[in-house]
């Protein structure tokens, strides 16, 4: 059923005519906004940062993991790591020094792969992709898979639980804005395809409810000779994402969206020139996402709104509380020494509260809570 929202725009006291323009003068702006930036908004300006608090108690508090920390990992995408799930996301690391001996089927949900270092060659029940750094791969629920690395591989894996991907609503922008999906990669079947076909004797490890279930069959399964249709893995990379800018105007993280799923979102912060109109925000505004808990791993570059953080860290909001640009960033709120920013993030907005593995726990930075502090 849609939601038909009370819907009654006023003005009070002194405010900007525009959001994340032109604040009234020592203010501070924050973005009260339902339905992660696509609801009903209100706009608050303060005479104090709304991040300035003394103490943060309680299990709401803001947390960062590093997970350069994670230890050894194992040969199957099923040995990564949790770090963070709910009933609808599973959010793992997994890093392979040498390639795959057995097959993946995920019977749970689709797959999406992130590359966030090393490169190699994907091969599933469709073909042969050649893949690397900053690859995002859509795996189909149930396809069958396995990487051959040709270096050592650090990759992001975020589980559509029960569900599938596709892509956003471009709305008035066009189905090619962002990345036109002509763009998108499929498995080809191709001489090196053909060539890993055997008739030795192969693993598949399936994983359904959580548990993992093993198949072995005397051949090797991913021998099929061609396919028809549209339902396969497709790739982007980063470097493909042309993102929305605006001069004037700060835009929210949703117009970087790259991939939806069931209750949740997929977003790509990419290099992009920064605003230029002298009376727009220049760095991400003070806001409550008061209905999507926020996560965002960082991938490579210099993260322009935050301090102390370094490629392979996680950043995780949980919804209900203020947040925004660090001290340092904010300094360059309407003006920046650079012409744009060069950080690429993934950040991902779940509908429903995230759960912490016990691996991303163990791998925290304790002093993340306190980093807004300027006292």
């Known amino acids: 059923m849609a939601r038909n929202w009370i819907s009654f725009p006023r003005m009070e006291g002194e405010t900007s005519r525009q959001a994340h323009c032109d604040l009234p003068a020592g203010s501070y702006e924050r973005e009260l906004g339902r339905e992660g930036f696509f609801g009903p908004a209100t706009h608050m300006y303060h005479t104090h940062r709304p991040t300035d608090w003394l103490r943060f108690e309680g299990e709401l508090k803001p947390r960062a993991f590093d997970t350069n920390r994670l230890g050894d990992f194992g040969?199957?995408?099923?040995?990564?790591?949790?770090?963070?799930?709910?009933?609808?996301?599973?959010?793992?690391?997994?890093?392979?020094?040498?390639?795959?001996?057995?097959?993946?089927?995920?019977?749970?949900?689709d797959e999406l792969l992130f590359v966030h270092q090393g490169s190699g060659h994907l091969f599933c029940d469709y073909g042969h992709l050649d893949v690397r750094e900053g690859d995002y791969i859509v795996i189909p629920r149930s396809?069958?898979?396995?990487?051959?690395?040709?270096?050592?591989?650090?990759?992001?894996?975020?589980?559509?639980?029960?569900?599938?991907?596709?892509?956003?609503?471009?709305g008035m922008l066009g189905p090619h804005a962002i990345?036109?999906?002509?763009?998108?990669?499929?498995?080809?079947i191709d001489e090196r395809f053909i060539a890993q076909q055997d008739e030795t004797e192969w693993e598949v490890q399936v994983k359904s409810r959580g548990e993992i279930s093993r198949i072995v069959y005397p051949f090797n399964p991913l021998d099929a000779i061609g396919w028809k249709g549209d339902?396969?893995?497709?790739?982007?990379?980063?470097?493909?994402?042309?993102?929305?800018?605006?001069?004037?105007?700060?835009?929210?993280?949703?117009?970087?969206?790259?991939?939806?799923?069931?209750?949740?979102?997929?977003?790509?912060?990419?290099?992009?020139?920064?605003?230029?109109d002298p009376g727009a925000l220049k760095v991400p505004f003070f806001h409550n996402n008061d209905d999507y808990d926020e996560v965002i791993f960082y991938h490579q570059g210099e993260f322009f709104s935050r301090d102390n953080?370094?490629?392979?860290?996680?950043?995780?909001?949980?919804?209900?509380?203020?947040?925004?640009?660090?001290?340092?960033?904010?300094?360059?709120?309407?003006?920046?020494?650079?012409?744009?920013?060069?950080?690429?993030?993934v950040m991902i907005?779940?509908?429903?509260?995230?759960?912490?593995?016990?691996?991303?726990?163990?791998?925290?930075w304790d002093g993340y809570v306190n980093s807004w502090n300027t006292r």
Request: charged share 20%.
């Open 75 to 109: 040969s199957s995408p099923w040995d990564g790591y949790g770090l963070l799930h709910n009933a609808h996301v599973k959010i793992r690391s997994w890093g392979m020094q040498d390639s795959m001996d057995n097959l993946a089927r995920n019977a749970d949900g």
């Open 309 to 345: 953080i370094h490629p392979g860290m996680m950043t995780w909001h949980p919804v209900g509380f203020t947040h925004g640009p660090h001290p340092k960033a904010l300094a360059n709120a309407f003006e920046q020494k650079s012409r744009g920013t060069d950080e690429v993030a």
């Open 143 to 170: 396809t069958m898979w396995r990487l051959e690395s040709r270096e050592p591989m650090q990759l992001l894996l975020i589980e559509a639980t029960g569900g599938s991907y596709s892509l956003p609503d471009k």
């Open 179 to 188: 990345f036109d999906p002509a763009i998108l990669d499929t498995p080809r």
């Open 231 to 276: 339902l396969a893995p497709v790739r982007v990379n980063w470097r493909d994402i042309r993102p929305v800018l605006s001069d004037r105007y700060h835009l929210p993280p949703s117009a970087h969206t790259t991939f939806v799923a069931n209750r949740f979102v997929v977003c790509t912060f990419a290099p992009r020139p920064f605003e230029t």
């Open 349 to 364: 907005d779940t509908r429903d509260s995230l759960n912490v593995d016990e691996h991303a726990a163990a791998i925290e």
